[in-house]
């Protein structure tokens, strides 16, 4: 919530402008969410504890379970973001159904996304800094549709498009990431 502090106070209350409204309030839910999301697969590194998480359960199931948790996270860190963004910017009333929509397509790509990247630094020595610099460039394309398609409903047009680019992109990721998680798991 550092991140929607500084937003607030650096630039005040922004009217008229849907598409700084939109792009300030992704930047605060990714901000806050990357404080979080990065380590899934981590702490089991760190407690020493995925050997018995991999005899336990299949590697789909775990990252399918990690990647719930991340979902969550999200949501409830949405609970708290959207109205203290709505508050402390003022923007203009959300259309809910077009807005809640990309909320939750996009929340979906961001833990879906997270979740892989998670699983591919979770062994290596600087977890911090390559989780930022991996997950950038994937969760670019879900930042894009998200801003666009919260700028659209803050507009009052369709977010059709964007809602289908998110959709198609959590599909596509959540695919590749069921795909990957065997081979990442098999070291």
Avoid: C
């Avoid at 702490?43 to 359960?57: D, P």
């Avoid at 959300?94 to 929340?107: C, N, R």
């Avoid at 959709?167 to 590749?176: D, L, N, T, V």
């Amino acid at each position: 919530m550092a991140s929607l502090t500084v937003v607030s106070f650096s630039t005040g209350r922004v009217t008229g402008r849907a598409d700084l409204l939109s792009a300030f309030f992704w930047l605060v839910v990714l901000f806050a969410a990357l404080a979080g999301l990065g380590y899934g697969f981590v702490r089991e590194v760190e407690s020493h504890t995925m050997t018995t998480l991999r005899m336990a359960a299949p590697p789909t199931a775990i990252a399918l379970g990690k990647l719930l948790f991340n979902w969550m996270f999200l949501l409830l860190l949405e609970l708290v973001a959207v109205p203290l963004y709505l508050i402390l910017m003022a923007p203009p009333a959300p259309h809910w159904g077009p807005f809640l929509a990309v909320l939750g397509l996009a929340s979906v790509g961001l833990a879906a996304a997270a979740t892989l990247v998670a699983a591919i630094i979770a062994q290596s020595r600087m977890k911090g800094a390559l989780f930022a610099a991996i997950s950038l460039p994937i969760v670019l394309p879900v930042l894009a549709a998200a801003v666009s398609g919260t700028r659209a409903q803050w507009e009052g047009a369709s977010v059709l498009a964007d809602v289908g680019v998110l959709a198609a992109y959590a599909a596509a990721i959540m695919a590749a990431s069921l795909l990957l998680y065997d081979h990442l798991w098999g070291d």
